[in-house]
């Protein structure tokens, strides 16, 4: 009898075995292969969004919900209720803050002072570049042989920080600049749509996950919505966008030497003050590329707040960045590892054999 029962167990786990090898899809998969989703979900809007641009348009009232839905599906990713784990390697948080709180807006601050006379790019340019990635940072960061775990542990904090910070960068380096008049109520409707809510929401769903088993259950179902939800805001985002982008390239071609100027300059400062914390190797990857990624598409709400002579222009400026950004990306990868960060004592440990 016991014979049998071992015979069906065996049988039983075998059919599960194949189940998942067999399965076209699982989480694993799905996260492993962001990077192609992403990039594909980006060619398919800009080709949409330039064939079809009056249709893409409609795509723009679904960039806001789709933002809340895939800020409350990351903010679900992420140990809120466990910060300390972030904030107990104080090198890697120290290291963390001064690259993206004080070398990075002094950086910035220095790359923009001669789009002065350009109101629109300007803000547009200061929004994207002051905020760092809180999402798929965590994506690059892992390709990129960094730790992952490091980066989605400081993710509160950086998040806060950059909401907190935001409005006196932007009062610092807009003064004296007339063309730009901040409205604080448009900045706090889209702070409370896409930031809180998804938020409250995310802390109370982690606080009843393990009271309630239908909590547990929808949780567990949120958690394969981080990669869709992504692709899914840059659908709404390129392929409404696009075509504005492409009609307003030559106004726009003051910003690009920027967005390029960065793209090299901020992850040599971020491996550079990794080195001088003496930070492992994991860590001061995990700095490096956060220092070089930026919050670009949630930022991207809050330039179409502005007013109406500013929003179209500025919001342009906000996804010239990503698609900017998206192309180091794949470059940031293979360099990072290779060269800013290496992990010498695997080479020297090579190099002895």
Not at 4 to 13: H, L, P, Q
Not at 76 to 89: A, K, M, T, V
Not at 154 to 162: G, N, S, V
């Amino acid at each position: 009898m016991a014979r049998v029962e071992d015979a069906r167990s065996a049988i039983m786990w075998i059919s599960m075995r194949r189940l998942q090898l067999e399965s076209p899809m699982n989480r694993d998969t799905l996260e492993q292969n962001q990077i192609p989703i992403y990039f594909v979900a980006v060619i398919v809007a800009a080709l949409g969004g330039l064939l079809a641009p009056s249709s893409a348009q409609g795509l723009s009232a679904l960039i806001t919900p789709s933002i809340a839905i895939l800020m409350y599906a990351m903010f679900l990713q992420i140990p809120f209720l466990n910060l300390r784990e972030g904030l107990r390697n104080k090198p890697f948080m120290a290291a963390l803050m001064v690259t993206n709180f004080i070398l990075i807006p002094l950086l910035v601050w220095g790359l923009t002072r001669f789009l002065e006379g350009q109101p629109a790019i300007l803000i547009g340019a200061l929004l994207v570049l002051l905020t760092p990635c809180i999402d798929y940072v965590v994506v690059f960061t892992h390709i990129g042989r960094g730790d992952s775990r490091l980066i989605l542990s400081a993710t509160p904090i950086l998040l806060l920080l950059q909401l907190a910070l935001l409005p006196l960068y932007l009062s610092l380096m807009l003064s004296g600049n007339s063309g730009v008049e901040m409205q604080v109520g448009p900045f706090l409707e889209a702070f409370l749509a896409l930031i809180v809510g998804p938020l409250i929401l995310a802390l109370l769903t982690e606080a009843l996950v393990k009271r309630f088993t239908v909590v547990k259950v929808w949780a567990d179902a949120w958690a394969w919505l981080p990669v869709p939800a992504m692709a899914a805001v840059l659908i709404a985002v390129v392929g409404s966008q696009i075509a504005h982008v492409v009609n307003q390239i030559e106004r726009l071609a003051p910003v690009l030497p920027v967005y390029i100027a960065f793209a090299f300059l901020a992850p040599m400062i971020g491996a550079l003050i990794a080195k001088m914390f003496k930070l492992p190797v994991g860590a001061a990857r995990a700095v490096t590329f956060s220092t070089s990624t930026r919050n670009s598409l949630v930022v991207l709400p809050l330039a179409l707040a502005l007013p109406e002579e500013l929003r179209g222009l500025a919001a342009a400026a906000v996804i010239t960045q990503t698609l900017v950004e998206l192309v180091f990306e794949l470059i940031y990868v293979r360099t990072i590892p290779s060269f800013l960060c290496r992990d010498r004592s695997a080479t020297t440990a090579s190099l002895s054999r």
